[in-house]
């Protein structure tokens, strides 16, 4: 029995271990979401958060809120380079078409009115609504704003996007006793989030003009 609980010891990783290796792998993983949309990033934010709650060492919060942060600030801002870079080619690029495929034109033109009544302050929005991001992201590189004018604004957008989602691990981590739980409950309430605007679009679409109350 004392050598199996010595060999279980040795095979799960110490925390020390857990955070050398999930840091990193946070920052990329979320790097690579900002500039390619396949990797669930709010849902990996909880996560990483869940797992902070549980941990003994100090500061563990506030590194997944800096990691997040700055990765997904450093992703959309490549990201925006490589469209501006886009627009300033006579031939495009890959980088732009795939931005433009994201935004739907309703979405777009939408962004682009804000975008002019209300200035950097959309950016903050676009982040924490679902699918906002490049829609605004393009309007943004349509009304020709440099870099650094689309940095300012998305600074304060990207660290309200991580302080969101990790409140949202926090809070499945601190309703369940173990990590893996509230891991699952914070995925689950992210998707929920994810998802709830579509589906409340497709509510609204799915009422006729003539159905709906004068």
């Keep these: 029995m004392i050598r199996l609980a010595a060999a279980v010891t040795s095979v799960v990783p110490t925390e020390t271990t857990q955070q050398a290796l999930g840091y990193p792998s946070l920052f990329l993983l979320v790097l690579i979401g900002a500039l390619v949309p ?16 549980h941990q003994t060492a100090p500061f563990s919060l506030a590194l997944v809120f800096v990691t997040a942060s700055l990765a997904a600030f450093l992703g959309d801002a490549a990201l925006y380079w490589l469209g501006r870079r886009g627009l300033k080619s006579k ?6 078409e795939a931005i433009r495929s994201r935004a739907p034109r309703d979405r777009l033109e939408q962004a682009q009115g804000k975008l002019a009544d209300h200035g950097v302050a959309v950016l903050v929005l676009s982040r924490l609504v679902p699918a906002g991001r490049i829609p605004v992201m393009l309007a ?4 020709e704003w440099p870099l650094r004018r689309f940095s300012r604004g998305n600074l304060p957008a990207c ?5 969101t989602y990790q ?10 006793p173990e990590p893996w739980e509230g891991v699952l409950a914070a995925i689950l309430l992210t998707v929920a989030v994810g998802a709830a605007p579509s589906l409340w679009r497709r509510a609204r679409r799915a009422v006729s003009p003539a159905e709906r109350p004068n």
Excluded: D, E, H, Y
């Design 38 to 53: 396949v990797v669930p990033t709010g849902a990996l934010v909880s996560s990483a958060a869940v797992v902070a709650v």
């Design 91 to 96: 031939n495009g690029s890959r980088w732009l």
């Design 140 to 143: 943004c590189l349509l009304a």
């Design 159 to 163: 660290l309200a996007w991580a302080l």
């Design 167 to 176: 409140l949202i691990g926090i809070l499945g981590g601190s309703l369940f």
